[in-house]
Nanobody
Framework: QVQLVESGGGSVQAGGSLTLSCAAA????????MGWFRQAPGKEREWVAA????????YYADSVKGRFTISRDNAPNTVYLQMNSLKPEDTAMYYC?????????????????WGQGTQVTVSS
C-alpha cells in the first residue's frame, strides 16, 4: 500500500521558515522522482520543486528558487522541503508527489502518487 504522509505545515509570519516532510512507503523510492506542489485558494496546483532520489538532481520553480531547498533521506524514505524567507504568496496547501512515470518532473499528471497535503499559511 502506497503511503505519502506530509507534515510540518503551519502558520508563520513573513520572513519566517518552515520545513515540510514527506514520508514515503509502498513503492520503489530509489531511482525515482519526488516532487512538491502547492495549491492556493482559487488557483491551480503548481509545481514547486523536485528531486531525484537516486542522485543529486534538484529543480525549483522560479518563484521559490533561492528560498526553498528540497532534500531527501533514503533511510527512512523521506523528502523534505526547507522553506526560508516565506512570503504571504507562499500560502497554500502543499502536496508531496511520488513515482514519476513520465519525463517531466514539473508535470503533476505524470506522478502516480500523492499525499493528503499540509497547509502553510504566511501572514504579513
Amino acid at each position: 500500500q502506497v503511503q505519502l504522509v506530509e507534515s510540518g505545515g503551519g502558520s508563520v509570519q513573513a520572513g519566517g521558515s518552515l520545513t515540510l516532510s514527506c514520508a514515503a512507503a509502498g513503492f520503489t523510492y530509489s531511482s525515482n522522482w519526488m516532487g512538491w506542489f502547492r495549491q492556493a485558494p482559487g488557483k491551480e496546483r503548481e509545481w514547486v520543486a523536485a528531486a531525484y532520489t537516486g542522485g543529486s538532481r534538484r529543480y525549483y520553480a522560479d518563484s521559490v528558487k533561492g528560498r526553498f531547498t528540497i532534500s531527501r533521506d533514503n533511510a527512512p524514505n523521506t523528502v523534505y522541503l526547507q522553506m526560508n524567507s516565506l512570503k504571504p504568496e507562499d500560502t497554500a496547501m502543499y502536496y508531496c508527489a511520488a513515482d514519476l512515470y513520465g519525463a517531466n518532473w514539473y508535470a503533476e499528471h505524470e506522478y502516480n502518487y500523492w499525499g493528503q497535503g499540509t497547509q502553510v499559511t504566511v501572514s504579513s
